[in-house]
């Protein structure tokens, strides 16, 4: 079983940066794959980006490539999300995700946080 809590959301002017954060439970957070994904009101959730377990292959949404990192330490069991050039469609609950198998884009992991608004302004 793994408890995941992300943190780090808030309110942002357009162009502005936030980072966010999942801090894992357990002591196998390092055989994970991990991901970010959103949802905006009304909207279904959609994937942001994704790391594997060693951090060493990530995969990012279009929408996010060149703005948004992902990344992870495994010696803290945390994963991040660094968001940078903040969009006002940006704005959503942003939630972590793990799973024990190949990193994945879908929505097929098995543990998943609450969630962190993200609310950027125009």
Known sequence: QVQLVE?????????GSLRLSCAASGRTFSMYAMSWFRQAPGKERE????ISWSGSNTYYADSVKGRFTI????????????????????????????R?????????YDYWGQGTQVTVSS
């Open 71 to 98: 990344s992870r330490d495994n010696a803290k069991n945390t994963m991040y999300l660094q968001m940078n050039s903040l969009k006002p469609e940006d704005t959503a609950v942003y939630y972590c995700a793990a």
């Open 7 to 15: 943190s780090g959301g808030g309110l942002v002017q357009a162009g």
């Open 100 to 108: 024990r198998a190949a990193v994945t884009t879908t929505p097929r």
């Open 47 to 50: 994937f942001v980006a994704a």
